[in-house]
């Protein structure tokens, strides 16, 4: 005797005091299953996720820009080792961007809303949310890793409603596992004393264990670890913070954990768990405020990492040294979400396969804030819609809002127009984009006095001891040296201009047979905007 039945995308398992316990995809979702053996269905597919990861204050642009390659055939960044093994699973975005300046209060407004000065609109996760909450519990999630920055209220959020308000954020893994898997009517000052949620949904997975197939009772048995395991971890960390036993009355609570590392990646389980489970399809987590006053004593790192992340004007090599270190930790960070969303089986694939994931950040270069250059990669198939394994550079910069636009039709969204853009970002389904190509020019150099103009690619130097100093390379003659201050640095945008060939005057002199301009007087792009304007993009 055979007996065919099939479960609810929205079963939950029910225990005592009113838990509830959201599942994974089983197979018993999609098909019927005759003597515990399923049978599956092309005819439902999986949910399509949206998830954002934001990294703070930019990037030391030599470290992080890929210079050189082909779409297929790159070489990726040392800030992009601890993601490289992941390359198969990404688009790598270049050229993003646009010209000018960027305030940190800006550039989040930018990562998601496309635009500084779009600020009436939805930030084009919410957007995506309305399209996909679809019967989840809920519609989306917005998270991050520190406190509000009383200085400047934008630098902390990076969605916005349909007003163009800032949508608060959650820190605590804690309470967003309370949200996600336990009754939200529970007292919170009880949790301690809550037994395992696990221990009372015990029976109704047991018995739904006996009526699966083998491969549902293996992503049972996974699920079901991976709660525990998160459950653990987070009383872990409660247990740290209650030690010693003093009256915490008479303490104010710290701005950031104990430990940040942990606190991160217990979020990131539970990012991946809540998409796993379908309780929510549409996450964003900020890594930090744009201009983020963490310290990450745990890397061994005492200063700001804000204050590190004006290395130019805040030079030393240690400083710079700890800026990588903590760039290097967000690039793990990523690294760690992208290998858990791939282990979670997903339909006929893995959670990954069906997600689209936004990381990145918005502004280049960290001291200089160029609007240009923006490290942006998407990650994911994006249910077969993102071509990966593929490194684009757009031969001229592209506005942020071009990629959102494409984004919303990827979510199946009809738009015409989003913030700045109303021609979506091409390329993003492996279909023709404008390559960057390099363009023939002469390089040159003359001297007259204590005046010296030059024409060539400029480019950063290579050698992190002496990260302000910057090249113009002449072919067949060493490059001329540029030492500048400051205000020079900032004032004629330097920094845009690298990895193009401009024509640069100033004041300086001769060393060894090596020209050194101390005074920039006037710059020219060959093939681009020289006037970095007034505008603060």
């Given at each position: 005797?055979?007996?065919?039945?099939?479960i609810?995308?929205?079963t939950?398992?029910?225990g005592?005091?009113?838990?509830?316990?959201?599942?994974p995809?089983?197979?018993?979702?999609?098909?019927?299953?005759?003597?515990?053996?399923a049978?599956?269905?092309?005819?439902?597919?999986?949910?399509?996720?949206?998830?954002?990861?934001?990294?703070?204050?930019?990037v030391?642009?030599?470290?992080?820009?890929?210079?050189g390659?082909?779409e297929?055939?790159?070489?990726?960044?040392?800030?992009m080792a601890?993601?490289?093994?992941?390359?198969?699973?990404?688009?790598?975005?270049?050229?993003?961007?646009?010209?000018?300046?960027?305030?940190?209060?800006n550039?989040?407004?930018?990562?998601?809303?496309?635009?500084?000065?779009?600020?009436?609109?939805?930030?084009?996760?919410?957007?995506?949310?309305?399209k996909i909450?679809?019967?989840t519990?809920?519609?989306?999630?917005?998270?991050t890793?520190?406190?509000?920055?009383?200085?400047?209220?934008?630098?902390?959020y990076?969605?916005?409603?349909?007003?163009?308000?800032?949508?608060?954020?959650?820190s605590?893994p804690?309470?967003?596992?309370?949200?996600?898997?336990?009754?939200?009517?529970?007292?919170?000052?009880?949790?301690?004393?809550m037994?395992?949620?696990?221990?009372?949904?015990?029976?109704?997975?047991?018995?739904?264990?006996?009526?699966?197939?083998?491969?549902?009772?293996q992503?049972?048995?996974?699920?079901l670890?991976?709660?525990?395991e998160?459950e653990?971890?987070?009383?872990n960390?409660?247990?740290?913070?209650?030690?010693?036993?003093?009256?915490?009355?008479?303490?104010?609570?710290?701005p950031?954990?104990?430990n940040?590392?942990?606190q991160v990646?217990?979020?990131?389980?539970?990012?991946?768990?809540?998409l796993?489970t379908?309780s929510?399809?549409?996450?964003?987590?900020?890594?930090?405020?744009?201009?983020?006053r963490?310290?990450?004593?745990?890397?061994?790192i005492?200063?700001?990492?804000?204050?590190l992340?004006?290395?130019?004007?805040?030079?030393?090599?240690?400083?710079l040294?700890?800026l990588?270190?903590?760039?290097?930790?967000?690039?793990?960070?990523?690294?760690?979400?992208?290998?858990?969303?791939?282990?979670?089986?997903?339909?006929?694939?893995?959670?990954?396969?069906?997600?689209?994931?936004?990381?990145?950040?918005?502004?280049?270069?960290?001291d200089?804030?160029?609007?240009?250059r923006?490290?942006?990669?998407?990650?994911?198939?994006?249910g077969?819609r993102i071509?990966?394994?593929?490194?684009?550079?757009?031969?001229?910069?592209q506005?942020?809002?071009?990629?959102?636009?494409s984004?919303?039709?990827?979510?199946?969204?009809?738009?015409?127009?989003?913030?700045a853009?109303?021609?979506?970002?091409p390329?993003?389904?492996g279909?023709?984009f404008?390559?960057?190509?390099?363009?023939?020019?002469?390089?040159?150099v003359?001297?007259?006095?204590?005046?010296?103009?030059?024409?060539?690619?400029?480019?950063?130097?290579?050698n992190?001891?002496?990260?302000?100093?910057?090249?113009?390379?002449?072919?067949?003659?060493?490059?001329?040296r540029?030492?500048?201050?400051?205000?020079?640095?900032h004032?004629?945008?330097?920094?845009?201009?690298?990895?193009t060939?401009?024509?640069?005057s100033?004041?300086?002199?001769?060393?060894?047979?090596?020209?050194?301009?101390?005074?920039?007087?006037?710059?020219?792009?060959?093939?681009?905007?020289?006037?970095?304007?007034?505008?603060?993009?």
């Amino acid at each position: 005797m055979s007996r065919s039945w099939k479960i609810d995308r929205r079963t939950f398992l029910r225990g005592t005091a009113g838990a509830l316990l959201p599942l994974p995809f089983l197979n018993l979702m999609e098909g019927k299953v005759s003597n515990g053996l399923a049978k599956g269905s092309a005819t439902e597919s999986p949910p399509l996720r949206f998830l954002t990861l934001f990294k703070p204050n930019g990037v030391h642009p030599p470290s992080w820009n890929i210079n050189g390659g082909t779409e297929f055939d790159f070489r990726m960044s040392p800030l992009m080792a601890p993601f490289a093994k992941h390359k198969d699973d990404l688009l790598i975005l270049d050229n993003m961007g646009d010209f000018g300046f960027s305030s940190h209060a800006n550039s989040t407004r930018r990562f998601l809303a496309g635009h500084h000065e779009n600020k009436d609109t939805a930030s084009v996760d919410q957007i995506i949310a309305d399209k996909i909450g679809g019967d989840t519990a809920h519609r989306s999630l917005e998270l991050t890793t520190e406190g509000l920055f009383t200085g400047q209220f934008g630098c902390s959020y990076i969605s916005y409603d349909k007003d163009g308000g800032a949508i608060p954020r959650e820190s605590d893994p804690q309470l967003v596992f309370d949200r996600l898997f336990r009754n939200p009517m529970s007292d919170p000052d009880q949790r301690q004393s809550m037994s395992s949620l696990l221990d009372r949904v015990k029976g109704d997975a047991n018995a739904l264990s006996r009526r699966s197939g083998y491969e549902d009772r293996q992503t049972l048995d996974e699920y079901l670890t991976v709660v525990r395991e998160t459950e653990r971890r987070i009383q872990n960390m409660e247990q740290a913070k209650a030690q010693p036993r003093i009256d915490l009355g008479s303490l104010q609570r710290p701005p950031v954990g104990a430990n940040l590392n942990e606190q991160v990646e217990a979020m990131i389980d539970l990012i991946a768990l809540a998409l796993w489970t379908d309780s929510t399809r549409c996450i964003t987590y900020m890594l930090g405020n744009s201009n983020s006053r963490m310290v990450f004593d745990f890397l061994g790192i005492p200063e700001q990492h804000h204050y590190l992340s004006h290395f130019f004007r805040n030079f030393s090599r240690k400083n710079l040294d700890s800026l990588l270190k903590i760039s290097l930790w967000h690039m793990e960070k990523f690294d760690y979400l992208l290998t858990k969303l791939k282990s979670y089986k997903d339909h006929n694939g893995s959670l990954l396969d069906h997600s689209a994931v936004l990381f990145g950040s918005g502004m280049g270069h960290s001291d200089n804030h160029t609007a240009q250059r923006i490290p942006i990669v998407l990650a994911g198939g994006g249910g077969g819609r993102i071509k990966t394994g593929r490194y684009v550079r757009y031969s001229e910069n592209q506005e942020l809002s071009s990629l959102h636009l494409s984004l919303l039709k990827l979510f199946g969204i009809e738009a015409e127009s989003y913030s700045a853009s109303d021609t979506p970002l091409p390329g993003i389904d492996g279909g023709y984009f404008p390559e960057f190509q390099e363009r023939s020019f002469d390089s040159w150099v003359t001297r007259q006095g204590g005046s010296i103009t030059a024409q060539g690619r400029l480019r950063m130097s290579d050698n992190l001891d002496e990260a302000k100093v910057f090249y113009i390379d002449i072919e067949g003659k060493l490059p001329v040296r540029i030492e500048i201050e400051f205000r020079d640095f900032h004032d004629f945008n330097l920094a845009y201009h690298v990895g193009t060939p401009i024509t640069l005057s100033g004041d300086g002199s001769e060393n060894s047979n090596q020209l050194i301009i101390t005074k920039i007087k006037d710059i020219k792009s060959l093939f681009g905007n020289s006037k970095p304007g007034t505008q603060k993009g």
